[in-house]
Every structure is written in structure tokens, then in C-alpha cells.
């Protein structure tokens, strides 16, 4: 199929499938079908980036052996599956962007890449929010069952893990700063920051 064909067919359907989604909570106030559109957009314009690349915007690294974090948003999401979907030439799944909506209201999502000394340490990670005085739970957690080596091991930090803290939206101010803060008990945590307000 002609790729201008396929972007126009693809923008087309995300304009009549999403006008229902006019007020969605995300780190954004609104999903609207402009930002569905933008999202589809992004990612078949970039669907030859590598991932560090692609997350950019939403995504900080405070280097190997210390740790790195994304914020997950609906946008992002969709952008990734556009980017998949447009390196194999094909438009994105209307039901797997539905499922992404409904999947991430009223929560925000933060994946993040973290170190310890044990196959089993991520079971014990803490993560919190920290924003405005307050310190903010996650209402659902998926730690790593089990950690990967590093290049490190032996030595400290040996493994790598990746873990999934979900946040109540209803309690984050989404124009304003926040810290991601992650604790293991007798190890060291990492600590990220990020300006909410820029993150679509």
C-alpha cells in the first residue's frame, strides 16, 4: 500500500474512532482525538528510531548501574504501537488503542530499570511519588520476579530488573514537578524527576 495512502487512511480513522475520548485522564488534562491523531503521527514518523530515541520525552537515565525511568502515557503508548505498526506497513489496531485508553484511566504509569545485589532484590523495591509536600503510594505494583545479571557481576550492582509502579491520578497535579523515589532496603534507591507539564 502507498505510504501516503496508508498515513491518510490512518488518520482518517483515528479523526472518526476517537471523538467519543474528548476528556480522558492522562498526564495531559485531555486525550483528545488531535492527540490520538499526533500520537499515530509520532510514531510512524519515527518508527526507525531506537527505543532510548523514540522515549526521549518521556523518559530519564541516570546511567547504567544506577537506573532509568519512563512515564507511561497514553500517548506514548499509542505512539509505540503506531511505530510497530508502520515498520510493518500496516495502520494501528483500533482495538488496541481502545484497550490503552481504558486501560490507563485515572492512573499514571512509571516502568523504570533498576539495580541490586540479589536475583530477588526488586520484590523488595519501594517506589513513591513525591510532589508538592506530598508523598503519593502507587495503587498497583509489578516488581520483577526475578533480576537479570549485569555486566558488573559479581560486583555490585549485579542485577538489573524492570518494574511497573501504577499511580492514582487524583492525587498528582500533572502541570507540576514530580519525584520518583525508589527505596531497597539496605541498598542504594535512585531518585527521578520529572516536569509532568511538558509530557503529552
Not at 506514548?76 to 510493518?88: D, L, P, Q, R, V
Not at 500533572?174 to 507539564?197: C, H, N, Y
Request: charged letters at 25%; one cysteine or more.
Amino acid at each position: 500500500m502507498n505510504k501516503n495512502i496508508l498515513a491518510t487512511s490512518v488518520f482518517v480513522w483515528c479523526v472518526l474512532a476517537f471523538t467519543s475520548y474528548s476528556s480522558l485522564e492522562a498526564v495531559i488534562p485531555e486525550l483528545t482525538k488531535e492527540d490520538v491523531q499526533e500520537a499515530v503521527k509520532y510514531g510512524a514518523d519515527n518508527k526507525d528510531v531506537d527505543y532510548v530515541e523514540f522515549f526521549k520525552d518521556w523518559r530519564l537515565d541516570l546511567g547504567y548501574g544506577t537506573g532509568s525511568a519512563r512515564v507511561i502515557t497514553p500517548f506514548s503508548k499509542i505512539a509505540f504501537e503506531a511505530k510497530h505498526a508502520a515498520a510493518e506497513g500496516e495502520p494501528v489496531d483500533k482495538d488496541v488503542i481502545e484497550g490503552i485508553i481504558e486501560g490507563s484511566k485515572g492512573k499514571l504509569a512509571i516502568g523504570m530499570a533498576i539495580y541490586g545485589d540479589s536475583k530477588a532484590f526488586a520484590q523488595e523495591a519501594v517506589a513513591v511519588i513525591e510532589q508538592d509536600g506530598k508523598t503519593i503510594e502507587p495503587i498497583e505494583s509489578r516488581p520483577a520476579m526475578k533480576a537479570e545479571p549485569t555486566d558488573f557481576w559479581p560486583n555490585a550492582p549485579a542485577y538489573k530488573a524492570i518494574c511497573y509502579y501504577y499511580f492514582p491520578m487524583d492525587k498528582l497535579d500533572p502541570d507540576g514537578k514530580a519525584t520518583v523515589v525508589v527505596s531497597i532496603p539496605d541498598q542504594r534507591g535512585a531518585r527521578f524527576e520529572f516536569d509532568l507539564s511538558g509530557m503529552r
